[in-house]
């Protein structure tokens, strides 16, 4: 329960690009009718050109804006906490220390994204942002960064979580954005999956191509909340300020247990500790925690294939169960996606980074230990990485090994209480 | 959007005891059967000692115990931000603060006193607490507060608000409390309600009444979240804070906006500020702000009354509407209370404190434009306070003052989305 704070002066003032420190760089996206390599000025009806940049920069450091720097000051730097009471209860010799992400405004590490998302559009005269969510987080998100901005917002929210989770439609609507369940009747893709099936679950790629659709002048473009190289990059913050707080204390993480989704809280925990590995001053192992029910990293194929379900995104190199995979209803529906951020590909290919499943009973049995513990209620997403340290210190306890263990809670899960609830009633299935 | 923060070293060791400035003591709690003061050992059978010597104590400073203090350091200092981006909308030349209790672990200011009286009862050798709770908020803080020290935990939690706040109820289930909707089947006094009314709405008053019934034998005790001096006492944490917090802009507020309900989050945000006024050494105006449809120091009399609506408390000198008042329905359950603090109330009728009442539907606007402006969502109750400070900043502004107005937001409001949403859909009504 020991908190570490960093002082405002100590925020970190650049955000940390991988790209520049990996020794051969990912495979290109291509465009699929020709199969050639994305340039990037193909992507600038879908993103403003400073993020566009982003994406494709070797530059080690890129500056976070004063503008966005001022928000982040609101919540930032987000606590690094020593998990003490969690470790008495397990008896453990390991540390496990957990960044708080969930004391962000929205609840989750998604607004650090959002934000500058958000104000390079805004910057470039964009009047409005459509986007898809998932477990909900990354709407919220971006619903506070684009009333910020003064943008509008138009949301497709993956409709087995728009009704598992109602509140955070609402609190999306607080910010005046409109969100629609999808697959919705306001596009081709969405009518198609409602005709097969009128409540159909839906998925974050059909919700992906729902928002792409919706890109049809100048005025309006499109945000993501994880998978592509600029939306890592910005997440990069987390792990930077853990370092330091780390530091603090004297340490280093052994491992690092992470969720793992489209990718963007595994990078912005693992990055900038990956940074020493690749350039050899420090040694880390960096664990990505799937649901055993969306096996992206575990049990997808490397391959090219598209990021959402109706195909109009370019090729991306990366592990996927296939465009076409509708995953099973689970809690955690930020880990609901077929594919995985190209960045993240390369480094598990690379064996940079490990991969692991678990079941959502265990992760909600893990969820409830820290709770109890730590009195923090965790997203089910951020469970999955609690339930990878609590396996990784009872290890350490049979082997007598003293591991210094590094999660990030990455949200908080007062808005997935229904789920909570069905898992203390023995109702919570996958089906 | 400014973050003043504290140090871990800056928190304040110590509670601040206002009966130690009073000029002349409130009058004392009567046995409503002799009509003779109760003498402290009478509350034995409720509480623990040292929670009894807290309620009559005239030491000024108390303590916080190092159990208390180490899981204060998890949460606390809370943030005081400077509501800079609220001030621009309503372009005003006041200043407006507020203190954000919403950072606790449970989302509100009600663990500042949670902690502590499960740290006594537990040092006391008592097994159980038995509590009621409104909105909830204070059911969550003792859910966490009674695992942490190992006591069990029963929940009277008033049904109308059981209903509106499901989510509360989960979140105290994963700490293993037991909850139970009021007035509920377990009590003579539930069952009287209940025969009225098989769904009858509860309030705080019967709530208390069924925890109290539950408190049978000597292992079990009672806990209250509100109006109680050592209660009261116990949130002076939040003042004190945001006093150094202030004192690092070079600020002291000239009038403090609170909402009101039993009488802790006021004072908790005043008290410490009230202590410079009674000692003459500052003036600050303090405005206790309720809802129109439980107008207790607005409209209620100061009188003797009972603290529950079975009348088995003792009768405290208190603002009342009558032990009998069923407030109507309204989404801030932590207001609906007929009676008042008897400190506060005394503070009330001798000048220091004033009272406004204002309309639900006013406070949720205030709410939204708090939200959209500032990135956090308020509890209903909190939003009280915010409606207060925007009509005193359009005051300011009108008559081209510069005011300091310092707030409190005792928690937010992500387990009230329920209510959000039926206000932001036109469907909100007083009933």
């Not at 994880?226 to 990059?233: D, T």
């Not at 609901?336 to 079941?359: D, F």
Request: contains cysteine.
């Amino acid at each position: 329960m020991e908190k570490i704070s960093l002082s405002e002066k100590e925020i970190p003032t650049h955000y940390y690009n991988i790209l520049a420190d990996l020794p051969e760089p990912p495979s290109p996206p291509l465009n699929p009718e020709t199969n050639e390599p994305i340039r990037p000025e193909m992507l600038e009806p879908l993103f403003p050109k400073a993020l566009i940049e982003q994406e494709v920069s070797r530059e080690k450091r890129i500056e976070i804006p004063d503008e966005v720097m001022e928000i982040y000051k609101k919540y930032r730097a987000t606590p690094l906490y020593r998990a003490t009471r969690l470790e008495k209860l397990l008896g453990t010799p390991a540390k496990i220390y957990y960044k708080y992400e969930g004391a962000s405004l929205t609840g989750s590490h998604k607004l650090n994204t959002a934000l500058p998302q958000a104000y390079y559009n805004k910057q470039e005269g964009i009047k409005a942002l459509t986007t898809e969510t998932g477990a909900g987080q990354w709407g919220m998100a971006l619903s506070l960064a684009a009333k910020f901005f003064d943008l509008k917002c138009l949301i497709f929210y993956v409709r087995l979580h728009y009704q598992q989770k109602p509140y955070r439609v609402s609190f999306m609507r607080m910010f005046d954005a409109e969100v629609l369940p999808s697959p919705s009747n306001q596009t081709i893709i969405g009518r198609k999956f409602l005709k097969e099936d009128p409540n159909h679950p839906g998925s974050l790629g059909i919700a992906i191509s729902e928002a792409m659709e919706k890109v049809t002048d100048g005025s309006i473009k499109y945000s993501l909340g994880s998978v592509l190289n600029h939306v890592l990059l910005h997440q990069t913050i987390i792990g930077q300020e853990a370092k330091l707080q780390l530091e603090k204390d004297d340490e280093y993480p052994d491992v690092i247990y992470s969720c793992f989704g489209g990718g963007s809280n595994l990078a912005g925990i693992s990055f900038p500790f990956l940074s020493d590995v690749l350039t050899k001053k420090k040694k880390v192992r960096v664990v990505a925690v799937e649901p055993d029910t969306c096996p992206t990293l575990t049990k997808g194929e490397y391959k090219y294939d598209f990021g959402d379900t109706a195909k109009t995104t370019p090729l991306f190199k990366m592990y996927s169960l296939g465009a076409d995979f509708i995953p099973p209803k689970i809690q955690a529906g930020g880990l609901r996606y077929h594919g995985a951020a190209p960045l993240v590909s390369h480094l598990v290919n690379k064996g940079y980074i490990e991969t692991i499943s678990v079941s959502q009973t265990d992760v909600m049995e893990a969820a409830r230990l820290f709770t109890q513990t730590e009195g923090i209620l965790p997203a089910p997403e951020s469970a999955h990485a609690i339930k990878g340290a609590i396996d990784e210190a009872i290890r350490c306890k049979k082997e007598g090994v003293k591991e210094t263990i590094l999660i990030n809670i990455s949200g908080h899960g007062f808005l997935d209480l229904q789920g909570y609830e069905e898992f203390l009633d023995g109702k919570l299935a996958v089906q």
